[in-house]
T-cell receptor, first 115, second 118 residues
Framework: DTGVSQDPRHKITKRGQNVTFRCDPI?????LYWYRQTLGQGPEFLTY????????KSRLLSDRFSAERPKGSFSTLEIQRTEQGDSAMYLC?????????????FGPGTRLTVT | AQKVTQAQTEISVVEKEDVTLDCVYE???????LFWYKQPPSGELVFLIR??????QNEISGRYSWNFQKSTSSFNFTITASQVVDSAVYFC???????????????FGQGTILTVHP
C-alpha cells in the first residue's frame, strides 16, 4: 500500500486568503479523518468521513472551514478568510473498514502559515 | 469527555539511558483503546502500539515497553538504552470503543519532547 498523501506539504498565505488542502487516503480505506495540530500541542480532531458522508464535525471547525469527500476517495479541506490563528499542521488519516477506526494511518501533514 | 495528560513537556537524556514517558487518561467509557505515536521532525505520526482496555498485560517490543494500569488510568512508555534516533515528540492517545459516529475520534495528549544526546 502507498501511504496517506497530503498536498501541499507547506502553504504560506496572507490573512484573508482562502486555502484548500487535499488528502488522498490509502486505497479502499472507507474512513477519513482530519486533525489540526498547533505548535506544542497534540493533534485535535476536526472532522470525519465514512465514505462520502461527513459524520462528525468538531466545534473547532468554524463556519470558515469546510471539508468534502465527494466520491468517497480523496478529501479536501478549505479554509476561507484565513486568520493567523489558523496557522497549524493539518493532518489527515485514513482507516480501513474492518477496524472501525482504531487503526488510523496518518499522512505527512500540511503545514499552514498565515502571515 | 475524554482527556489525556502527558505531564512531562520535555525530557533530555544521554544515549543508553532508560527513559519513561508518562500518560494518564480520563474517560467514562468502559471499553477503549490506548495508543502511543511517535512524531519525528518530519511531522508524520508513526504508530507504535495499541492496547485494548480489556488487556492489562504489559508489552515489550525490542527496546520499547508499555505499562498499562487501569487502576491508576495510566499507560506509560519506557525506552530502554535510548538512542539518538529516538529523539522525537511522543504522543499518547485514547479512543473509545463505543459505536456510533464518534468512533475513530482520537484524543491526544500534549506530547512529550524527547531529546537523546550522544
Amino acid at each position: 500500500d502507498t501511504g496517506v498523501s497530503q498536498d501541499p506539504r507547506h502553504k504560506i498565505t496572507k490573512r484573508g486568503q482562502n486555502v484548500t488542502f487535499r488528502c488522498d487516503p490509502i486505497s479502499e480505506h472507507n474512513r477519513l479523518y482530519w486533525y489540526r495540530q498547533t505548535l506544542g500541542q497534540g493533534p485535535e480532531f476536526l472532522t470525519y468521513f465514512q465514505n462520502e458522508a461527513q459524520l462528525e464535525k468538531s466545534r473547532l471547525l468554524s463556519d470558515r472551514f469546510s471539508a468534502e469527500r465527494p466520491k468517497g476517495s480523496f478529501s479536501t479541506l478549505e479554509i476561507q478568510r484565513t486568520e493567523q490563528g489558523d496557522s497549524a499542521m493539518y493532518l489527515c488519516a485514513s482507516s480501513p473498514r474492518r477496524t472501525g477506526g482504531y487503526e488510523q494511518y496518518f499522512g505527512p501533514g500540511t503545514r499552514l502559515t498565515v502571515t | 469527555a475524554q482527556k489525556v495528560t502527558q505531564a512531562q513537556t520535555e525530557i533530555s537524556v544521554v544515549e543508553k539511558e532508560d527513559v519513561t514517558l508518562d500518560c494518564v487518561y480520563e474517560t467514562r467509557d468502559t471499553t477503549y483503546y490506548l495508543f502511543w505515536y511517535k512524531q519525528p521532525p518530519s511531522g508524520e505520526l508513526v504508530f507504535l502500539i495499541r492496547r485494548n482496555s480489556f488487556d492489562e498485560q504489559n508489552e515489550i517490543s525490542g527496546r520499547y515497553s508499555w505499562n498499562f494500569q487501569k487502576s491508576t488510568s495510566s499507560f506509560n512508555f519506557t525506552i530502554t538504552a535510548s538512542q539518538v534516533v529516538d529523539s522525537a515528540v511522543y504522543f499518547c492517545a485514547l479512543l473509545p470503543r463505543a459505536g456510533g459516529t464518534s468512533y475513530g475520534k482520537l484524543t491526544f495528549g500534549q506530547g512529550t519532547i524527547l531529546t537523546v544526546h550522544p
